[in-house]
């Protein structure tokens, strides 16, 4: 094989693992989105909230601002689940490590919530006029940043290829980006969907509806936790 050959070939092996780079970052971008939709619908995490406290300031408006204070607690609640594995990352000979433990903590805190899946007690002394704290706790307590953590760590390994052998500084500023972006896409399109189920429920169906149509995803929600953490470790595994 001539050298030109052998040039030709490396070429076509690499448009080719680009391409599959491509495919496997678009496909961890829409779970960020589509687990945002999954934490938005899920009463867990507040838009019941966002009704009472329009209800009971008897005014539209307080809708909308209930909503923001939520998706404020629930993206700082991911800030700080992201933002010390971007810090980690830099430490790219123990990145396989990191990926694989991330992945069974996930795993254990999913397999915790599905024998326990009560709401923690002190949720309920947080008064409903802080909601963003009542959502940054709620969102730490139930493992909702920890859902998103495989999702990141894949992301910032296709980052880290693209950037190759470059400082860590710049490494590390670009994971603290993506901890970042990853959050925010994640909240909004949580903040969208349970946007969505509360200016429904107030405006038109009402709380006899709400009363009627109740549902707990909290079993659900433990069993997709330990789906994602699994997920993320065959990732690390399969050597991506």
């Known amino acids: 094989m001539t050298v030109q050959q052998i040039a030709s070939v490396t070429h076509q092996y690499d448009l080719a693992f680009m391409a599959y780079d491509i495919t496997s970052l678009a496909a961890l971008w829409w779970a960020v989105i589509f687990s945002g939709v999954y934490h938005g619908i899920n009463p867990g995490m507040g838009w ?3 009704i009472s406290a329009a209800l009971m300031q008897e005014n539209n408006k307080a809708l909308p601002i209930a909503l923001f204070m939520l998706a404020a607690g629930h993206f700082f609640a991911m800030i700080a689940i992201l933002l010390p594995f971007s810090a980690m990352l830099v430490l790219v000979d123990w990145e396989i490590q990191i990926r694989i433990s991330a992945g069974f903590l996930v795993i254990f805190v999913g397999g915790y919530l599905m024998v326990n899946p009560r709401h923690p007690k002190f949720l309920a002394r ?3 006029s802080r909601l963003a704290l009542w959502s940054f706790l709620a969102a730490m307590a139930h493992g909702a940043g920890l859902m998103l953590l495989p999702i990141y760590l894949g992301i910032c390994n296709i980052g880290s290829d693209e950037i190759g052998h470059q400082a860590v500084n710049a490494l590390m500023g670009n994971n603290f980006f993506t901890s970042f972006t990853v959050a925010a896409v994640h909240t909004v399109s949580m903040t969208l ?3 969505v189920i ?7 169906l009402g709380l006899k509806f ?3 149509t109740w549902f707990n995803l909290d079993r659900i929600w433990a069993a997709s936790l330990i789906f994602v953490g699994i997920f993320g470790i065959i990732t690390v595994t399969n050597g991506h």
């Open 126 to 128: 947080v008064p409903p």
């Open 193 to 195: 969907a349970g946007g």
């Open 198 to 204: 509360a200016i429904i429920i107030y405006f038109w």
């Open 48 to 50: 019941p909230l966002a």
């Open 210 to 212: 709400l009363s009627r």
